[in-house]
């Protein structure tokens, strides 16, 4: 009978630890706290800044001013493929800084003033979309998110469609935000517009805002830098509106409504909370920002002079935060100044490479060095 309860007893405990195991499991799965982990680093042999890029599939491309030139990579460092190209005349490729892989691994790429084009495997020309009208846009680009993929058709910010002008103060609120393009033909079709839910659908006076967006399935998401909300559209809907998520920052310091148009406060006298990258996975969000410096300290500090540019990593954090599919928000995680821009993040399982910012680390190098990092759930 004592042997007995004792089998008993132990049996007993070993299905409570298994089961507080599971739980234990189970928090972590159901868990939206995370922590960014760095992983480990990749150097590529290459002497240059990154001035647009992106990663996927496991190899990444980047793109230089020096020399007009985009170098491809794996997931080593080595580099697979390179190309410099004309600026003029035939197989001219014109400051290509937006670039996209497809699922299929296909790479097209948008200039920071608005020529479209598609690329070979090896990098070379393959074409270059022209569509019936010229982008307005100057400036933008680099590793801003506004060109995707979807359904074999391109998604771009390429504003100037009826001669609309992106510095309009009302832009935003007056015209569709992107074209929907087919490479094979140049034949576009615009979409989205702004949601109500926005402060740049009034007819008050705002800081120009820059546009991000991602594409996950049939969902786009998209934002306005200035504003801390995602909108949401569906893309099989002709871009319907779907919804507006705040994603909360606990401190985005904003200069609010302006007096008059093309009036510029940011920068001079304060310095806005701004989103800088985003991404759209299949399991969630995921927003990187800077919070923004208050006027007092911006003016103490005379950051509005440019030799004092690189002090704003004194006064303000940069946060990464992830906003889950059933719309949970995660606690704010600060990302390290040493960390630059992130090439892309494909999934919130996988790794994903971030330029190391060696100008902030205080160290010259003639390879440039990326990150692996990973989001890990607490």
Same mark, same amino acid.
């Given at each position: ?8 007893? /132990?049996? @007993?405990?070993?299905? *409570?630890a298994?089961s507080e195991?599971d #739980?234990?499991?189970?928090? /972590? ?7 960014? /982990? ?13 001035d ?7 190899? @990444? ?29 035939p197989? #001219? ?5 937006q ?12 200039s *920071? ?8 495997? %090896?990098?070379s ?7 019936? *009208?010229?982008?307005?846009a100057?400036d @933008? ?18 504003p ?21 393009i087919?490479?094979r033909? @140049?034949?576009?079709?615009? +979409?989205? =517009? ?9 007819d ?19 934002t ?5 909300l ?5 893309l099989? =809907? ?46 969630g +969000? ?5 919070e923004g410096?208050?006027? %007092? ?14 002090k ?5 954090n ?22 630059g821009r ?10 994903f ?5 060696? %100008?902030?680390i205080?160290?010259?190098?003639? *390879? ?7 989001l890990?759930? =607490?």
């Open positions: 009978m004592i042997r007995f309860r004792i089998v008993v007893l /132990v049996f @007993g405990a070993l299905i *409570f298994c195991r #739980k234990d499991s189970q928090n /972590v799965a159901d868990s939206n706290e995370w922590e960014l /982990v760095i992983l480990d680093s990749i150097q590529v042999d290459y002497l240059g800044n990154v647009g890029g992106d990663f996927r599939n496991e190899k @990444g491309v980047l793109f230089s001013f020096q020399g007009n030139k985009l170098i491809e990579f794996n997931s080593s460092g080595e580099i697979i493929n390179e190309s410099s190209y004309p600026t003029d005349g197989g #001219k490729v014109q400051y290509p800084t670039l996209r892989y497809t699922k299929d691994n296909r790479l097209f790429a948008a *920071f003033v608005g020529w479209l084009y598609e690329l070979n495997e %090896d990098l020309l393959k074409q270059e979309i022209k569509l019936s *009208f010229l982008s307005e100057k @933008g680009g680099g590793l801003l998110r506004n060109l995707d993929h979807w359904n074999d058709l391109l998604i771009s910010y390429y100037g469609r009826d001669g609309a002008n992106p510095y309009d103060p009302h832009f935003f609120r007056d015209h569709f935000l992107l074209e929907k087919d490479p033909t @140049g034949g576009s079709k615009p +979409i989205i =517009k702004i949601s109500s839910t926005s402060r740049y659908s009034s008050k006076y705002f800081e120009r805002p820059w546009v991000q967006f991602g594409v996950s399935g049939d969902i786009l998401h998209l306005l830098s200035n504003e801390s995602i909108h949401t559209y569906d099989s =809907k002709g871009g319907e509106y779907l919804n507006t998520l705040d994603f909360q920052p606990s401190k985005f310091i904003d200069n609010g409504e302006h007096s008059e148009e093309y009036q510029r406060i940011s920068g001079r006298r304060m310095l806005d909370g701004g989103i800088r990258q985003l991404f759209v996975t299949d399991k +969000i995921v927003i990187t920002y800077t410096i208050d006027e %007092d300290t911006f003016i103490q500090n005379e950051l509005n002079n440019p030799k004092n540019f690189p704003y990593k004194d006064f303000q940069q946060i990464l935060k992830i906003v889950s599919q059933d719309t949970i928000l995660s606690n704010e995680i600060i990302i390290p100044y040493k960390i992130i090439l892309n993040i494909e999934s919130l399982d996988k790794p490479y971030a330029v190391r910012d060696d %100008d902030f205080g160290e010259e190098h003639d *390879f440039i060095t990326f990150y692996k990092l990973q890990v759930r =607490k």
